[in-house]
């Protein structure tokens, strides 16, 4: 390789760490910052309901995955480390889409608003109305 090519990856990868430091710093003063609104709410005696977070992979992991997976089959000749980490990124995008739709299927189970909600836009036997019968008085006119 040329020099200058050498270069350029070196100071493109001391950035692409420093810039993901930065990031990462960020999400975790975010963090700090929501838990100590959160322990000064129950401390006031407030009621916190517990979040339960949707899946055990955050957002930004999924994305840099899928990204960096892109990046590799595009410019280098790691096809499989490329397709690994890109198909590692769409498996849990579509786990995380999955869980999203139990939780929500499970809630409205619980709740009972499952029964109630039409679940296909054909109406169903029950649901169509029906006809008025005569009364007596009518039929023998």
Known sequence: MDGNV?????????ASVIILAMVFNFIKDQQKMKHKERIAMI???IFV????????????????????????LMIGNAHFLGFALLFI??????????????KSVTSRLQTGRLKTERLHSTPVEEDKPKKQQPSDDETWN
Request: proline share 2%; no cysteine; aromatic share 0%.
């Open 49 to 72: 309901e517990a979040k339960q977070q949707e899946s055990g992979v955050p957002s930004l992991a999924i994305i840099i995955l899928v990204g960096l997976g892109l990046a590799t």
């Open 89 to 102: 990124g769409v498996g849990l995008i579509v786990r995380d889409r999955l869980l999203r739709h139990k």
């Open 43 to 45: 401390e006031k005696g």
């Open 6 to 14: 050498v270069g350029v990856i070196a100071i493109g990868s001391v």
